[in-house]
């Protein structure tokens, strides 16, 4: 989600129950806005050395800081807390087992900054936290396609309207393959490298057939053939078949298309009728765990071929030079 409208009461909503948040204070700040996915300790600068802080993080305060800010006297720990606590400050989040200073809480309610209690140690508070911020940051888009797991490999199918995208995606299902998303995918990138495809809550497990309707694929084929997201390998497109187009019969030219800066393979599959285009989209998957092996058929081909052609001629060469 961008940095831009996701607010603390987004976060609580959804991970509050999780991470068992309990709000102490601070209430009319849950519209504060999150804009980094990271969290930090107060740590030094609870001392006054406020060098490298950032103050639009999340902070989390432990057992250290809150035992230093007992030491201080109500006045001295006042002005630390005040130094840190700004109006960028999106929350604050402690951890179990220890009682607040009640400058802290204080301060929090009058700067409205949300101040939760949450169960765990400040150091697995940091780990979860952390991890549930990057993945509401991820950069996401929607595709309109149909998401499946062939073989283990995450294979996107696109086309054109009535091409046959979800027929040949219930081909797979039907064959034991699995289906995440259709129609819609959402697509996240994560750390910088990886597409993680998944489908809207509202449509998970439910596919559209022209002429038969909605049918939900977890109750009619069985839990085993769904499952909530895949990295996304391959994209295929179907499109109708054209006699005046020329199609690749080798398969020395690979194509590939770049999705939020990560560049994956593309197929362009025509389809009519007589072909079984499940069995060539199960061929597809298969040659690309192939390729990620080392094997390339089509390169191995025209290595033998270039080879087989080299001889020819070596042996043309030796009948003129005998002539």
Same mark, same amino acid.
């Given at each position: $989600?961008?940095p831009n409208?996701?607010?603390?009461?987004? *976060?609580y909503?959804?991970? #509050?129950?999780a991470?068992?948040?309990n709000?102490l204070?601070? @209430?009319?700040? $849950?519209?504060?806005?999150?804009?980094?996915?990271?969290?930090q300790?107060?740590?030094?600068?609870?001392?006054?050395?406020?060098?490298? *802080?950032v103050?639009?993080?999340?902070?989390?305060?432990g @057992?250290?800081e809150?035992?230093?800010?007992k030491?201080?006297?109500?006045?001295?720990?006042?002005?630390?807390?005040?130094?840190?606590?700004?109006?960028?400050t999106?929350?604050?989040?402690?951890?179990?087992?220890?009682?607040?200073?009640?400058?802290?809480?204080?301060?929090?309610?009058k700067?409205?900054?949300?101040l939760f209690?949450a169960s765990?140690a400040?150091?697995?508070?940091?780990?979860?936290?952390? *991890?549930?911020?990057?993945?509401?940051?991820?950069? !996401?888009?929607?595709?309109h396609? !149909?998401?499946?797991?062939?073989?283990?490999? #995450?294979? =996107?199918?696109?086309?054109?309207?009535?091409?046959? @995208?979800?027929?040949?995606? /219930?081909?797979?299902i039907?064959? &034991?393959?699995?289906?995440?998303s259709?129609?819609?995918?959402k697509v996240?990138?994560?750390?910088g490298?990886?597409?993680i495809?998944? &489908?809207?809550? /509202? !449509?998970?497990? =439910? $596919?559209?057939?022209?002429?038969i309707?909605?049918?939900? +694929?977890a109750?009619?084929y069985?839990?085993?053939c769904?499952?909530?997201?895949?990295?996304?390998?391959?994209?295929?497109? /179907?499109?109708?078949?054209?006699?005046q187009h020329?199609?690749?019969r +080798?398969? $020395?030219?690979?194509? *590939?298309i770049?999705v939020? #800066?990560?560049?994956?393979?593309?197929?362009?599959?025509?389809?009519?009728?007589g072909?079984?285009?499940?069995?060539l989209?199960?061929t597809?998957a298969?040659?690309?765990r192939?390729?990620?092996?080392?094997?390339?058929?089509?390169?191995?081909?025209n @290595?033998? =071929?270039l080879?087989?052609?080299a001889?020819?001629?070596?042996?043309?060469s030796t009948?003129?030079t005998h002539?």
């Amino acid at each position: $989600m961008s940095p831009n409208n996701y607010l603390v009461q987004h *976060f609580y909503e959804q991970h #509050g129950k999780a991470l068992k948040l309990n709000l102490l204070a601070g @209430k009319k700040g $849950m519209s504060r806005r999150i804009k980094k996915a990271e969290v930090q300790r107060p740590g030094l600068s609870l001392t006054g050395y406020l060098k490298g *802080f950032v103050f639009s993080r999340i902070l989390v305060v432990g @057992k250290q800081e809150i035992q230093y800010l007992k030491e201080l006297d109500a006045k001295t720990s006042t002005e630390r807390l005040n130094a840190i606590l700004t109006p960028a400050t999106p929350a604050v989040i402690a951890s179990s087992g220890y009682r607040l200073p009640k400058e802290l809480v204080l301060l929090c309610e009058k700067q409205e900054i949300p101040l939760f209690r949450a169960s765990g140690a400040a150091t697995s508070l940091m780990s979860k936290i952390s *991890f549930l911020l990057l993945e509401e940051f991820c950069p !996401t888009l929607t595709m309109h396609g !149909t998401l499946v797991e062939v073989f283990g490999v #995450g294979l =996107l199918i696109q086309g054109e309207s009535s091409v046959g @995208k979800s027929e040949a995606a /219930l081909g797979l299902i039907e064959r &034991g393959h699995r289906l995440i998303s259709d129609d819609i995918v959402k697509v996240k990138k994560k750390e910088g490298a990886h597409l993680i495809g998944s &489908g809207p809550e /509202l !449509t998970r497990h =439910l $596919m559209e057939i022209r002429g038969i309707g909605i049918i939900n +694929v977890a109750h009619l084929y069985g839990a085993v053939c769904v499952r909530p997201d895949k990295g996304i390998d391959i994209l295929v497109k /179907l499109e109708p078949w054209n006699d005046q187009h020329f199609y690749d019969r +080798v398969g $020395m030219d690979e194509n *590939f298309i770049d999705v939020l #800066g990560i560049s994956i393979p593309q197929h362009i599959l025509p389809v009519k009728p007589g072909r079984d285009v499940v069995l060539l989209l199960e061929t597809i998957a298969l040659n690309h765990r192939l390729k990620n092996m080392g094997y390339n058929s089509a390169k191995e081909f025209n @290595k033998k =071929l270039l080879e087989t052609i080299a001889r020819k001629q070596r042996r043309g060469s030796t009948r003129e030079t005998h002539a």
